[in-house]
């Protein structure tokens, strides 16, 4: 039952964030700290997912957030490394219209 | 009514964040016993977890309190049942808050809460909400046993060959 987020690679404008783990209401707030101060310094945030077991809203309701505060400033959040489950997940909700999602790491 | 469930489980969780994971991996080892496949697993485990985080979320307030939760196993699908003694809430103008996120709404009226719902009853076959002292959430998936095993030899058949 443990999340981790680890920085992989960072510019001036972008950075790539590797999530890996349970992504719950109990962990979610993690993820949360961890990205909204990224989403006002860096132009592009994305998040490498492939190592992500599990998430439900309270994820995604973090994804929302993050997108929603790169968008007000012009900025892009792009999720990579989507599992099946994943993606079913994001159709389902319908933030499959909404957020940038790029195949491979 | 309906037929009586052959085997009952309950588990009893305080209305914590971090106990929902145990929930979760719970109805994982209910489920794959019953026989359920991967995929209907873990919608089972996503279903459930969105239960018991509504819960958490609502039904104490911030207060001390329990979720009990009873899973109900039936020859052909396993029914669960979630339920706090907690604060009650309009069933019918959440369920009108429901549904996938609109692409076409402004970025502001996003909502990044209430997709709970939603996922539950997308991911099972039955959810009833029902209210009373606290909430009670039922709901039910059925076992999807594989078509392709009626065109496979029986295994009375193999045997009677060995």
Not at chain 1, 13 to 32: C, F, K, N
Not at chain 1, 47 to 73: C, F, H, N, P, W
Not at chain 2, 66 to 90: K, M, P, T, W, Y
């Amino acid at each position: 039952m443990n999340l981790t987020i680890q920085e992989k690679t960072q510019s001036d404008t972008a950075i790539t964030m590797v999530v890996s783990g349970e992504v719950d209401a109990y962990t979610a707030p993690q993820l949360r700290e961890k990205l909204m101060p990224l989403t006002k310094q860096k132009q592009e945030v994305f998040l490498d997912l492939t190592t992500v077991e599990y998430m439900d809203s309270t994820g995604l309701g973090v994804l929302i957030g993050a997108y929603k505060s790169l968008r007000a400033q012009g900025g892009r959040l792009v999720l990579i490394g989507m599992s099946a489950r994943l993606s079913r997940l994001l159709k389902i909700t319908g933030l499959t219209e909404i957020i940038d999602i790029e195949d491979g790491a | 009514m309906v037929e009586p469930y052959k085997d009952l489980i309950e588990l009893a969780i305080p209305a914590k964040a971090q106990y929902v994971g145990v929930v979760r991996l719970t109805v994982s080892g209910i489920a794959n016993r019953m026989g359920f496949h991967y995929d209907d697993i873990e919608d089972m485990k996503l279903a459930l977890a969105e239960a018991c985080t509504n819960a958490v979320d609502h039904a104490y307030s911030g207060q001390e309190g329990q979720i009990a939760v009873s899973f109900f196993i039936f020859e052909d699908r396993l029914a669960i049942r979630v339920s706090d003694e907690g604060n009650s809430f309009d069933i019918s103008s959440v369920k009108q808050r429901s549904g996938p996120i609109d692409k076409d709404l402004p970025l502001t009226s996003m909502r990044e809460r209430g997709l709970g719902l939603h996922l539950m009853e997308t991911l099972m076959d039955r959810v009833e909400i029902n209210g009373g002292r606290g909430v009670i959430v039922t709901m039910t998936k059925f076992i999807h046993r594989d078509e392709v095993e009626q065109d496979v030899d029986s295994p009375e058949k193999t045997k009677s060959h060995g």
